[in-house]
């Protein structure tokens, strides 16, 4: 079931800090992602994950530390092929969405292929299977605008992995989802994820959601500390 | 509290027909996966206790080519009792008897340690999480297997939920202790 592989892990963040001007967003955090494996990342609000998760994503360079990916440091790779390097590996689904709001569902989906030279019609075709795995349906030309939250995280998550990427970085993906509908998009991710070797970084606030990963990383005050020390630390 | 839902499960897998104890027994474990399994006497004591309130009554014995067994059927009374009884509320939990409430409380009356405590069980509530997630989302789990695992889940969750929050008000606690 967890087919993690062994060994060297597949992105790895060591010591990171990142300041945003007087606040201290990290403050020494380092994490494994094995290929593969899907980890959850938890923590109170504010205590570093979206921007761990940035960083780790090539979004954000850190002030300090260093970000490792497949041998390179993304740290230092010049813009030009970070950015190509999001566009081929990566998926990413932001906490606050981030579809655009000029395109409807189905060409938000296609765009990633579009962009990497996939003709329209077929990167249609593979939009709207995505879409439809995630459970949106009948809602394809729907503008962001337009759709409830959970359409829309459907609609990102969709996005984020129609490009069949190494790694799918997700925040929050099920926050605007009850329950049920939680369950069939993490069902969705974690099935996805486990049948193309998909690594997941899953931050969530829900244990329930955190339950779907191998395991669980917490972030306290800018640090990452081990899993049986997830809880709030008496300091 | 336990006798009585025994009672009342017992009563409802008789509903669907006319059962002998060891049947009776695979069903319940198979209808209810992630419950403890029911002990052999247990079953067979509480056949016998519905019997004599009039809830069930023997149909006959079944061979079937192996030790003869005992069939029971339900009553029109037992009919009514498990109607009654599945209509019902029950209470909201009013009562605290939990384990790890208990062990946070000894723990800070006795000045141990329960921020370390709490780490150490919620680590391992995880792990069960995770366990139920994966028996939940095996292709082929039956509605028996997910509703049962989705309960667990969710009053583990619950559990969680309220460790987080005691750990974070030690914290708070120990805080304003150490200003004093
Ligand atoms: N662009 C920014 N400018 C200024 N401060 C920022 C910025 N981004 C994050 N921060 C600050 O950095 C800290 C960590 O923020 P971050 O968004 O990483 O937290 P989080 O763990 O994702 O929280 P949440 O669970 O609420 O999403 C917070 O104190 C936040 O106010
Ligand atoms: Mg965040």
């Given at each position: 079931?967890n087919?993690?592989?062994t060994?060297?892990p597949l992105?790895a963040a060591?010591?990171?800090v990142?300041t945003h001007?007087?606040?201290?967003?990290l403050?020494?955090a380092?994490?494994?992602?094995r290929?593969g494996?899907?980890?959850?990342?938890?923590?109170?609000?504010?205590s570093?994950k979206?921007t761990?998760?940035?960083?780790?994503?090539?979004i954000?360079?850190p002030?300090?530390?260093?970000v490792?990916y497949?041998?390179?440091?993304?740290?230092?790779?010049?813009e030009?092929?970070?950015?190509?390097?999001r566009?081929?590996?990566?998926?990413?689904?932001?906490?606050?969405?981030?579809?655009?709001?000029e395109?409807?569902?189905?060409?938000?989906?296609?765009?990633?292929?579009?962009?990497?030279?996939?003709p329209?019609?077929r990167?249609?075709?593979?939009?709207g299977e995505?879409l439809?795995r995630?459970?949106v349906r009948?809602?394809?030309e729907?503008?962001?605008?337009?759709?409830?939250?959970?359409?829309?995280?459907?609609?990102?998550l969709a996005?984020?992995l129609?490009?069949?990427?190494?790694?799918?970085?997700?925040?929050e993906?099920?926050?605007?989802?009850?329950?049920?509908?939680g369950?069939?998009?993490?069902?969705?991710?974690?099935?996805t994820a486990?049948?193309?070797?998909t690594?997941v970084?899953?931050?969530?606030?829900?244990a329930r959601?955190?339950?779907?990963a191998d395991r669980?990383?917490?972030?306290h005050d800018?640090?990452?500390?081990?899993?049986d020390?997830?809880?709030e630390?008496t300091? | 509290?336990?006798?009585?839902?025994?009672?009342?499960i017992?009563?409802?897998?008789?509903?669907?027909g006319?059962?002998?104890?060891?049947?009776?027994k695979?069903?319940?474990?198979?209808?209810f996966?992630q419950?403890?399994?029911?002990?052999?006497g247990?079953v067979?004591?509480?056949?016998?206790?519905?019997?004599?309130?009039g809830?069930?009554?023997v149909?006959g014995?079944?061979s079937?080519?192996g030790p003869?067994?005992?069939?029971y059927?339900?009553?029109?009374?037992?009919?009514?009792?498990?109607?009654?009884?599945?209509?019902?509320?029950?209470p909201?939990?009013?009562?605290?008897?939990?384990?790890?409430?208990a062990?946070?409380v000894?723990?800070?009356?006795?000045?141990?340690d329960?921020?370390a405590?709490?780490?150490?069980?919620r680590?391992?509530?995880?792990?069960?999480?995770?366990?139920?997630t994966?028996?939940?989302?095996?292709k082929?789990a039956d509605l028996a297997?997910?509703?049962?695992a989705?309960?667990?889940?969710?009053?583990?969750?619950?559990?969680?939920?309220?460790?987080?929050?005691?750990?974070?008000?030690?914290?708070?606690?120990?805080a304003?202790v150490d200003?004093?």
């Open positions: 079931m087919n993690a592989a060994g060297e992105l060591r010591d990171l990142k001007g007087r606040t201290s967003a403050r020494g380092s994490l494994d992602l290929a494996e899907i980890l959850a990342v938890t923590g109170a609000s504010g570093g979206s761990l998760l940035h960083c780790l994503a090539g954000v360079r002030d300090r530390g260093s490792t497949d041998g390179q440091r993304l740290d230092r790779l010049p030009k092929r970070l950015s190509e390097l566009r081929t590996d990566f998926g990413v689904v932001f906490q606050f969405g981030q579809l655009i709001p395109l409807t569902a189905l060409d938000n989906v296609a765009l990633p292929l579009m962009l990497a030279g996939t329209r019609s990167a249609h075709e593979r939009a995505w439809e995630f459970g009948g809602q394809e729907l503008r962001p605008g337009e759709m409830s939250g959970g359409q829309a995280q459907r609609t990102a996005r984020a129609v490009t069949d990427p190494k790694v799918v970085f997700a925040d993906p099920t926050g605007a989802l009850d329950s049920l509908a369950e069939q998009v993490m069902t969705a991710l974690a099935h486990r049948e193309s070797g690594a970084l899953l931050i969530t606030h829900d959601t955190a339950a779907y669980e990383a917490s972030l800018g640090t990452v500390v081990a899993e020390a997830a809880l630390v300091r | 509290m336990i006798a009585m839902s025994t009672r009342h017992l009563l409802g897998l008789l509903a669907s006319p059962s002998h104890g060891y049947d009776l695979r069903r319940h474990d198979a209808r996966p419950a403890r399994p029911l002990a052999y247990q067979y004591t509480t056949l016998q206790r519905l019997v004599r309130d809830l069930a009554e149909e014995t079944d079937d080519g003869e067994r005992t069939v059927r339900t009553t029109d009374e037992g009919a009514r009792e498990l109607s009654r009884w599945a209509g019902e509320t029950a909201p939990a009013p009562f605290v008897t939990n384990e790890i409430f062990k946070v000894v723990s800070i009356l006795g000045g141990g329960p921020a405590y709490l780490r150490a069980q680590a391992a509530h995880m792990e069960r999480m995770r366990e139920l994966a028996v939940k989302t095996a082929g297997t997910v509703l049962s989705d309960y667990a889940l969710n009053h583990l969750d619950a559990d969680l939920r309220w460790m987080d929050t005691t750990a974070a008000r030690l914290t708070t606690l120990t304003e200003a004093a």
